[in-house]
């Protein structure tokens, strides 16, 4: 099924790498042959053959069970230009067994009664942004939110996760933020399998390798300061990193290499997705204005003119939530997931064959006529409390048992951060930025969203 390749040889590569080197969304690439060709399609690249369906049923299917495991995508996550980089963390770990039993073991850090406890890192972090945004709110001068909404959220996954004051938004130019955005671009070079090889790039590669060795000395010595508390018998947090130790505490021959995994799995899973939504969320709440006086009289309804959101305000700002599932139908700040498939399998009446990689995207989905009425429209009403929920096309968290841990913790920490940012400031698009969506593995803001702010003035 699909579209004829470009060369028997090089299989789709030089149209895929064509989109990337003009910075395009390779999926909306795909969403054009789904169009023409169907909703199963087959991708060669240079050595793989992937497997593309839009199909709410081999989403359900394959998402549900632990029955496909996660493709070898992830094995290049775990080591990243040849350095470990997230490991057999709990985002990478391909094997049920052992990624069962991280499961189990970090759940506790995302139950309610701890989540709970977070709102007043969340509102202490989203206050000192609010600061921020103040001294620049005078109407003139160009604030980059992408930038800003990044460091908030880079501040709060170190404190509430791991017990560390980065403070980025004080201060970017401090090695760890510095280390983490040199990693993230280098997973824009992990796209294009080509540039790895280019004599030019092995200058920026050493970077990359050098950021994540930083990363995960920082993080050895985190964990080096988090057990000696513990030992000492201090009161510590049940936060991210004690469960990760308690769960080490119970393995006989537990690789101590295995709790850095995790200490760089949940910066890069719990920081970079968030900010991206949040700057997706302004940008459409910039170019909407009705939605933005429909949400901002919302926020005035529930908070008022407090400071601080309590967690019970979180339930009561339905519209809020509604703008913010609608972000992530149109930017699903993950696009997608990959599975294994191991034995052949027929969907919609084409036959896979084993082995194969199989692409669920929710981005593609999220854009199709067939699923969503004028689906480039951004419209929360689809969200609505009586609206009928999307039934498997909808997935910007996955779904089943490797979906995401910290969707709850994402979404308190998200409208945390746009209520009080829609309680103070009317913000307004800069003009002659593009709109476009630059995919780095996550999907962020190509201009990152560069307004200008002014404080409320019914404030
Ligand atoms: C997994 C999305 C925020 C931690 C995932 C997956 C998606 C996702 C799609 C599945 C990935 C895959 O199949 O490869 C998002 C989005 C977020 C967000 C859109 C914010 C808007 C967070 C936060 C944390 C987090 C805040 C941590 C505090 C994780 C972890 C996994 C994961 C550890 C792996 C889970 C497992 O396999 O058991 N996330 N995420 N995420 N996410 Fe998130």
Redesign the pocket.
């Known amino acids: 099924p699909g579209p004829p390749r470009d060369s028997f040889l090089f299989g789709h590569s030089p149209t895929i790498l064509k989109l990337m080197k003009e910075n395009k969304v390779i999926y909306d690439k795909f969403l054009d042959w789904v169009k023409q060709y169907g909703p199963v399609i087959r991708i060669n690249g240079l050595h793989h053959v992937m497997i593309l369906s839009v199909s709410p049923e081999t989403v359900k299917e394959c998402l549900m069970s632990t029955k496909y495991k996660?493709d070898i995508f992830y094995e290049q996550m775990s080591n990243l230009f040849g350095v470990r980089f997230m490991g057999n963390g709990?985002?990478t770990d391909r094997d049920y067994v052992p990624?069962h039993k991280q499961?189990r073991i970090m759940d506790p850090a995302f139950s309610k009664t701890y989540l709970i406890g977070l709102m007043g890192p969340f509102n202490e972090n989203a206050e000192h942004l609010m600061e921020k945004l103040s001294d620049k709110a005078d109407g003139k001068q160009q604030v980059r939110m992408h930038d800003m909404m990044s460091r908030v959220t880079l501040d709060i996954?170190a404190k509430v996760?791991f017990g560390m004051e980065i403070n980025s938004l004080e201060d970017e130019e401090t090695p760890f933020p510095r280390a983490i955005s040199a990693v993230m671009s280098g997973l824009v070079e992990l796209r294009n399998p080509l540039k790895r090889y280019l004599p030019g790039n092995n200058k920026r590669i050493q970077n990359i390798r050098e950021s994540i060795g930083l990363l995960r000395d920082t993080g050895r010595e985190c964990i080096k300061r988090r057990q000696k508390a513990i030992d000492d018998g201090e009161d510590v947090p049940g936060d991210i990193l004690t469960q990760i130790l308690k769960g080490a505490a119970l393995e006989e021959d537990c690789d101590p290499e295995n709790l850095v995994d995790n200490f760089i799995?949940?910066f890069i899973?719990?920081q970079e997705?968030?900010s991206n939504?949040l700057s997706f969320a302004i940008l459409e709440l910039a170019r909407n204005p009705q939605i933005l006086e429909k949400v901002q009289a919302e926020v005035e309804d529930v908070i008022g003119s407090r400071r601080d959101l309590e967690y019970e305000d979180l339930g009561k700002l339905k519209y809020l939530s509604q703008v913010l599932k609608e972000t992530?139908r149109l930017y699903?700040?993950?696009p997608g997931?990959i599975r294994s498939i191991d034995e052949d399998m027929v969907i919609e009446g084409v036959k896979i064959p084993a082995p194969s990689s199989l692409v669920l995207n929710s981005y593609i989905m999220g854009r199709m006529e067939e699923y969503y009425e004028d689906p480039y429209t951004f419209n929360p009403e689809r969200f609505a409390p009586d609206a009928p929920k999307p039934y498997f096309t909808y997935f910007?968290?996955?779904l089943g048992p490797?979906?995401?841990?910290?969707?709850v913790?994402?979404q308190m920490?998200?409208k945390v951060v746009m209520a009080k940012l829609l309680q103070r400031f009317d913000f307004t698009l800069v003009e002659g930025q593009s709109f476009k969506i630059l995919d780095t593995g996550t999907l962020r803001p190509l201009d990152g969203v560069i307004c200008t702010l002014r404080p409320r003035t019914s404030m």
């Open positions: 996660k709990l985002l990624w499961r996954i996760a799995t949940f899973a719990g997705t968030t939504q992530l699903p700040t993950v997931t910007p968290f996955s490797r979906s995401c841990i910290g969707r913790f994402a920490e998200a």
